[in-house]
């Protein structure tokens, strides 16, 4: 038997501390799998491991980007891109552009987040990497979703999805059905959205993957919510968050503290309501979402015009179009117009139909999708 050298020694060990970090982050614990990702990296550096670098680097903004550290994440990336250049990796470099640009996505910069997502796509497409273009439009699918294209974005998750069902990638269907689900919400396609979000709740569920199993939650969650069953809103709210804190991701826990608000607001609890929407909106702060900070603060003026405090409503929802028509948010911009338009007694809206969805302000409460 040939003795291993030293370097080569080093390199198994790090290796399996990459592997245990891997399997952490697979069962969702982000908190530990980080700092074993941190501790790998340090060791490939020092054996100037390239390919390792490039592997910690890009998990590191992988999970960043899973526990809301959208600027470590950012960081993460753009680290891995210079070392993925270094060794002239033309789909690592088209694979951590992606993550840069949702990371960016998540701060509301969907522009530059679609712009990456098409470069890298044509990476993928060169080196007909099925998988790279798979993941590429589910990203592009996403990213279209907030800038409020909604019809593009559905078509977009649907051929993403398509792709993953080619290549047999079980959970890129299941966030493709994720994806789906919310983006049909917004289109006012609720029963739709119920369906893939309990398509995807069951993929998950099947793959033991806990953030899916949450995300899917809240979706069936909000897919209740909007056909007005709030029992059952409530109860996979409940089930979305204990998994989100067990699992510490503070992202779509936010979201789902926001939808929880909403509910309460529907069914008259705003006590309750007020409380869920400003935790939501310290969230939402420490995580730079702009989108998020929005639907809290439309939250927060449909509870005000509901307890008659005209001037704090009208505070809020200024904020919300100001902001929403910054960032070019077209679905928040047209949910914030409609408010505005109630309280200055005017008429319907018809902002909804010009983006073409199936959604019509009919006064308060307002069950936002």
Request: aromatic content about 12%.
């Amino acid at each position: 038997m040939v003795p291993l050298s030293k370097n080569s020694e080093k390199f198994l060990k790090i290796d399996d501390i990459v592997r245990c970090a891997e399997k952490l982050r697979e069962k969702s614990f982000y908190p530990q799998s980080l700092k074993l990702f941190k501790k790998a990296l340090k060791g490939y550096t020092r054996i100037s491991d390239l390919n390792g670098m490039f592997r910690c680097l890009y998990s590191l903004g992988d999970t960043y980007r899973m526990i809301g550290n959208f600027d470590l994440a950012a960081k993460s990336y753009i680290h891995s891109i210079e070392v993925a250049k270094k060794n002239k990796d033309a789909v690592n470099i088209a694979d951590a552009l992606i993550g840069l640009g949702l990371s960016l996505r998540a701060q509301g910069k969907w522009k530059e987040a679609l712009n990456l997502i098409h470069k890298s796509k044509k990476t993928y497409q060169k080196e007909n990497d099925k998988d790279g273009i798979a993941f590429a439009l589910w990203a592009e699918g996403g990213s279209l979703r907030i800038k409020g294209d909604i019809r593009r974005a559905i078509n977009t998750f649907k051929e993403s999805y398509k792709m993953f069902k080619s290549i047999k990638d079980v959970s890129g269907m299941g966030y493709c059905l994720c994806g789906l689900g919310g983006t049909s919400r917004v289109a006012g396609k609720f029963r739709d959205s119920f369906n893939y979000y309990s398509s995807a709740n069951k993929v998950f569920s099947d793959n033991k993957d806990i953030f899916g199993k949450a995300y899917s939650y809240c979706g069936i969650g909000n897919a209740y919510r909007m056909l007005k069953d709030y029992k059952n809103a409530l109860a996979n709210f409940a089930k979305a968050v204990r998994l989100y804190k067990k699992i510490g991701d503070i992202v779509s826990y936010s979201y789902t503290i926001w939808s929880l608000a909403m509910t309460h607001i529907m069914i008259g609890n705003y006590r309750k309501a007020h409380d869920y929407l400003n935790a939501a909106l310290r969230l939402f702060k420490r995580t730079k979402d702009h989108r998020g900070i929005i639907y809290c603060r439309l939250g927060l003026c449909e509870l005000a015009i509901l307890k008659d405090k005209g001037a704090v409503a009208k505070m809020h929802l200024l904020k919300s179009l100001h902001e929403s028509t910054k960032y070019g948010f077209a679905v928040e911009k047209c949910h914030a117009s409609s408010l505005l338009s109630f309280i200055n007694g005017g008429g319907i809206n018809r902002c909804y139909n010009r983006l073409g969805l199936r959604l019509e302000f009919q006064g308060l409460p307002f069950n936002i999708p």
